[in-house]
DNA sequence: GGCGTTTTCATTTGT
DNA sequence: TGAAAACGCC
């Protein structure tokens, strides 16, 4: 097989068979390259059957993409082999062995928004104190306890406070109630097949013979059940090939433990240990930026990043008034690739600075598409009809069933569904099981004509299941409910907005069903669950992208723009136990990396909260951790004038677009720094030329436009 | 008891 | 600013 395209160290870390190989990846060292050469090895080379390799990725679209490059490489059929993230092969491998833990094979897969409800559900069964003992911060402990890999058990015996009490007591009946909706929260996912493993150990076996090689990428974000399940797979046969870079880790917080990859060899015995250092991807100054600021976290292995492309760009600092203001510099800066908007990417800390930017660049129309936030199927007009089909599929889903009974509404409200609850609990096996007792329920008459009709609904569209298209029975059970009059008829922005998302969620079914022909609703409902909105990117639209930096981990851009880059938000700093700076230069040295070409980092001096008025910042000491010779100051503002009145009235009464491009020589200009001067001479053209002004105290500058953001007094 | 309206209160990051 | 909870009217 043809090797020539690696570099030695990736040749010898794609060679190295009979040992455990951990490969020390940095920022665009070709990781993915590496990746997919070994499986091809494996296949060309070795002699290993596709369907006998795993590899774990981080999203599904890489895991699609390494597919169809292992595929260029091998030439022959791969349909066998086994890629995707650990959810999604959990997932597969759960749906054909779930029945040995007494959950039936379509079982339903809650995201949080469903799992902090049945959260909620149960404090209110315990007849306990919604104000007291709140749901979301129970839901994060029970999620930390399964990624440390404790159950419910563990807790019994740790009851001092009244809190861990409660503790103990809603985790055990939450794990109940998931059982009774025959049901799996995300981190179930990841336990339940190691709880397999452990009670089937015919079942282990079975699965260790079939993954005779395993591969995961991004090895650094592994958790804890993560590991366990590689370690079970993969300590027999030593199969084992990770890629990481301990300087990406970026999901402690979700239980990823970096010293899975620190301590690799101890975990796996004697290993091959390869260091990808040579950047393809970035220049040298935003490396050196990189650099500097990850060198200062103490806990990492040694390594640095070099690379043979030139110094480049300087890293552009943009000071902005407030937050407003910066979302129109980052538009200003965005307009320079108005042809080619998918070079370049807006990255943030937190979602909720998408907003600013994303009113900024739709009123100038300039498209863009946002990663994350409120993502597509978590719309509530989808989540609705997604419940119905759950409840169709799982008659025993008591989160969708309650998220759909009343709506669209049917006069069953609050009290209705209490005492259907209550019957239900105490009689019933599924909630289809109502429908032959509904005069036993203490309900009103048109209650119980509500009920009635509701359930034959559920029943009659389960029972073609088996013999109608998917898409088919959603359609028809759409136009039962009649949501097109109920969205139409309210003749809002917002309602005819949502009716057009339920018209594209079904072209989405279709979609699917055309991919795969041979599928069910069971198999759709797997698939959204799992994907997230990365995996429905397209990157080739003329579009620009926002995301937050967690979303870039693995992309990367020709140009990046870093926002908010404030103490508090960027690092983030919440409370003083739990904040994590390491983790937090983490994070930023993945946002610098993300770039090919040039990086601009963005402060504002002031910014709302809540849409509140704006409250005074510090520029992020992450700003100070860069060298000063290769950060380019021209587009920080010197002067403290108020540029919001000033934009304010551009943008309402004139067209910003044709305000630039016009300078010629002797045009009075105005630089936010060096104030009024008159050009004196213009070197080349566009974007990248080169301007000598003069200004008012008789200094003489030459500048390039693109950085000088000047501003046009007189053409 | 249900439903529309007002008030409150929250923002890390995501499978 | 926006979603969920509390409120108060029919």
């Given at each position: 097989m043809d090797l020539t395209n690696l570099n030695k160290n990736q040749k010898k870390a794609v060679e190295k068979i009979g040992l455990p190989v951990l490969v020390f990846a940095g920022a665009g060292s070709g990781k993915t390259r590496v990746l997919t050469y070994k499986i091809a090895y494996l296949i060309n080379e070795i002699g290993l059957p596709p369907e006998n390799i795993l590899a774990v990725t981080f999203t599904n679209k890489a895991a699609q993409e390494m597919k169809s490059r292992v595929f260029e490489l091998v030439n022959q059929d791969i349909s066998g082999i086994n890629i995707g993230t650990f959810h999604s092969i959990s997932a597969q491998i759960l749906r054909r062995e779930i029945h040995n833990l007494g959950f039936s094979n379509s079982f339903t897969i809650y995201d949080q928004q469903d799992s902090r409800s049945l959260v909620k559900k149960v404090i209110k069964n315990l007849n306990l104190d919604l104000k007291q003992i709140e749901p979301k911060s129970f839901q994060t402990r029970i999620s930390n306890a399964k990624n440390s890999l404790l159950s419910v058990e563990h807790f019994k015996n740790f009851s001092d406070n009244y809190s861990d009490k409660k503790f103990y007591e809603i985790y055990k009946s939450y794990q109940e109630e998931l059982k009774n909706c025959d049901s799996l929260d995300f981190d179930d996912l990841l336990l339940l097949p190691l709880k397999l493993f452990k009670e089937f150990p015919d079942r282990l076996q079975k699965y260790r013979n079939k993954f005779q090689y395993v591969l995961v990428d991004e090895y650094q974000d592994t958790n804890k059940p993560q590991f366990e399940f590689i370690y079970s797979l993969a300590n027999e046969h030593k199969n084992i090939f990770v890629v990481g870079d301990d300087d990406q880790s970026i999901y402690g917080w979700r239980g990823a433990d970096i010293s899975n990859i620190l301590n690799f060899r101890e975990a796996f015995g004697e290993s091959h240990i390869e260091k990808l250092e040579q950047n393809y991807r970035s220049t040298n100054n935003i490396l050196q930026a990189a650099w500097s600021v990850v060198s200062k976290n103490t806990n990492r292995s040694e390594k640095k990043l070099w690379t043979e492309n030139g110094s480049g760009d300087l890293i552009n600092l943009l000071e902005s008034f407030d937050d407003r203001h910066e979302a129109k510099q980052i538009y200003n800066l965005v307009l320079k690739f108005k042809n080619n908007l998918n070079e370049i990417a807006i990255l943030y800390r937190t979602n909720s600075q998408s907003r600013i930017i994303e009113d900024r660049l739709r009123i100038e129309n300039i498209p863009y598409q946002i990663i994350g936030g409120v993502k597509f199927y978590d719309r509530k007009e989808i989540k609705d009809v997604l419940a119905y089909i759950r409840l169709l599929v799982n008659n025993n889903d008591s989160i969708s069933f309650e998220r759909i009974i009343n709506f669209p509404p049917r006069g069953i409200g609050k009290s209705s569904l209490e005492k259907i609850n209550e019957f239900y609990l105490t009689t019933s096996n599924s909630y289809l099981d109502l429908l032959n007792s509904i005069n036993e329920i203490n309900l009103g008459q048109k209650q119980k004509v509500s009920l009635n009709d509701f359930l034959g609904l559920i029943k009659k569209y389960k029972s073609e299941i088996d013999f109608k298209k998917g898409s088919e029975i959603v359609k028809s059970m759409i136009q039962d409910l009649q949501l097109e009059n109920y969205y139409l008829k309210q003749k809002t922005d917002e309602s005819i907005d949502r009716w057009n998302n339920i018209q594209e969620f079904l072209a989405g079914i279709e979609e699917f069903e055309i991919n795969n022909p041979e599928s069910n609703l069971v198999e759709y409902l797997e698939e959204i669950s799992l994907l997230t909105d990365i995996d429905r990117w397209n990157d080739s639209e003329n579009r620009v992208t926002l995301m937050t930096v967690h979303s870039s981990k693995g992309l990367e851009f020709d140009n990046i723009v870093i926002a908010g880059l404030e103490d508090g938000l960027f690092p983030i700093i919440r409370s003083f136990e739990d904040d994590n700076i390491e983790e937090e230069r983490r994070l930023f040295y993945v946002a610098l990396t993300r770039a090919k070409k040039s990086v601009n980092i963005s402060y504002a001096k002031s910014r709302r909260q809540f849409g509140g008025s704006p409250i005074i910042t510090t520029k992020s000491r992450f700003i100070k951790e860069i060298p000063e010779k290769i950060i380019n100051y021209n587009l920080v503002h010197k002067k403290t004038n108020h540029p919001t009145d000033n934009y304010r009235k551009i943008n309402k009464f004139s067209n910003p677009r044709n305000s630039s491009n016009e300078i010629v020589v002797n045009s009075l200009v105005e630089h936010k720094v060096f104030g009024k001067g008159k050009v004196l001479k213009i070197e080349?053209?566009?974007?990248n030329s080169k301007l000598t002004i003069k200004f008012y105290n008789n200094v003489v500058k030459k500048l390039i436009y693109k950085y000088a953001n000047l501003t046009i007094i007189k053409g």
């Open positions: 080349g053209i566009g974007d």
